[in-house]
């Protein structure tokens, strides 16, 4: 058994976390033991191990805050009709490791014969885009959303879910070379951000008033997209890719009455009812097992190579996910 661990943070985040031998205690009661099938490496990841995120855990810590595996062995008290089956791995529970325990009460069985490396990125990304697209803005069939970042993982299940909604989307990147993976996710309405983004998704929606925006980038790209947006829209920036703070004129709040919000998904996980996960949830799992949803992947890593595939994570210009697959 082994696990990706790191006892301090730096600048660099790969040479904080390195793979070392672990061991596991004996299953109590109602606990499961679970073998890690793939765990992604996401933003927050990387920001965790800069010691830049906004909630850090303890040190010395294991990477990783989601992903997938199977049921190997129960407990006492445990059916033994879960063995064998993909479940997801609890949230925030370190899954850059082999083998990790679970309470066997709080297990979410997945379904079977869907591709795992999909299912290992259903409970950050997917329920991130699923939320902005349900929370802020009431939106109806034929509606109209803007995203920059759009080649990023986020921005892969946005294009799927606004598709599934009958949503119609338009898409940036940040450089030209993103926009063929953008398009081969089925995003239409694709541009690269720059002079003049308003004029020309003007005529990409053929002058759709556009209401609400997402923003992954900040920094002028944020401004832009609020320059974009209809009377009294919404802005709502989830990241900052650019390391910058959103910049965007008092003009877009004064005179056109924009509105700008930011969301992260730990306080909905806080706040959810489980009536409210199970429908969140149960959205997403229909989409990904029909083909609807889905994230490109850019390179998977084994966990001895997790220095390099934590540097691949971090790394810009990329288009499609890093996972980690510890038992390969």
């Known amino acids: 058994?082994?696990?990706?661990?790191?006892?301090?943070?730096?600048?660099?985040?790969?040479?904080?976390?390195?793979?070392?031998?672990?061991?596991?205690?004996?299953?109590?009661?109602?606990?499961?033991?679970?073998?890690?099938?793939?765990?992604?490496?996401?933003?927050?990841?990387?920001?965790?191990?800069?010691?830049?995120?906004?909630?850090?855990?303890?040190?010395?810590?294991?990477?990783?805050?989601?992903?997938?595996?199977?049921?190997?062995?129960?407990?006492?008290?445990?059916?033994?009709?879960?063995?064998?089956?993909?479940?997801?791995?609890?949230?925030?529970?370190?899954?850059?490791r082999t083998h990790l325990i679970a309470e066997a009460k709080g297990l979410v069985a997945l379904p079977d014969g869907v591709d795992v490396q999909q299912l290992a990125m259903l409970s950050v990304n997917p329920p991130t885009a699923l939320l902005m697209l349900s929370e802020f803005v009431d939106l109806q069939p034929g509606d109209w959303v803007i995203q920059n970042a759009a080649n990023?993982?986020?921005?892969?299940?946005?294009?799927?879910?606004?598709?599934?909604?009958?949503?119609?989307?338009?898409?940036?990147?940040?450089?030209?070379?993103?926009?063929?993976?953008?398009?081969?996710?089925?995003?239409?309405?694709?541009?690269?951000?720059?002079?003049?983004?308003?004029?020309?998704?003007?005529?990409?929606?053929?002058?759709?008033?556009?209401?609400?925006?997402?923003?992954?980038?900040?920094?002028?790209?944020?401004?832009?997209?609020?320059?974009?947006?209809?009377?009294?829209?919404?802005?709502?920036?989830?990241?900052?890719?650019s390391g910058e703070p959103c910049h965007i004129s008092p003009a877009s709040f004064v005179f056109r009455d924009i509105t700008l919000r930011g969301f992260w998904l730990s306080p909905w996980y806080r706040n959810a009812t489980p009536q409210r996960r199970a429908e969140v949830f149960g959205e997403i799992g229909r989409l990904i097992a029909t083909g609807q949803l889905r994230a490109p992947v850019q390179a998977t890593y084994r966990l001895e190579d997790i220095k390099q595939a934590v540097a691949a994570a971090a790394a810009g210009e990329r288009d499609g996910k890093i996972l980690v697959l510890p038992n390969e």
């Open 152 to 241: 990023s993982a986020v921005g892969s299940y946005l294009i799927g879910i606004a598709k599934a909604r009958g949503l119609n989307l338009v898409n940036i990147v940040r450089r030209e070379s993103a926009v063929e993976s953008v398009r081969k996710a089925g995003g239409e309405n694709v541009l690269v951000d720059g002079e003049k983004l308003a004029k020309r998704v003007a005529e990409a929606s053929g002058g759709a008033a556009i209401k609400l925006g997402i923003d992954s980038v900040g920094g002028p790209a944020t401004d832009n997209l609020a320059r974009c947006l209809a009377q009294g829209a919404t802005l709502v920036n989830y990241g900052a890719m």
């Open 1 to 96: 058994m082994k696990k990706a661990e790191y006892a301090e943070r730096g600048p660099v985040p790969q040479d904080v976390i390195a793979a070392v031998a672990m061991e596991l205690p004996p299953l109590a009661a109602g606990q499961v033991l679970l073998e890690v099938l793939a765990a992604p490496i996401n933003p927050s990841d990387v920001l965790t191990l800069t010691g830049l995120y906004g909630l850090l855990p303890p040190l010395p810590a294991i990477g990783g805050n989601e992903g997938v595996g199977r049921v190997a062995e129960t407990g006492e008290g445990v059916d033994a009709g879960w063995v064998g089956k993909t479940v997801l791995l609890p949230l925030g529970s370190g899954t850059w």
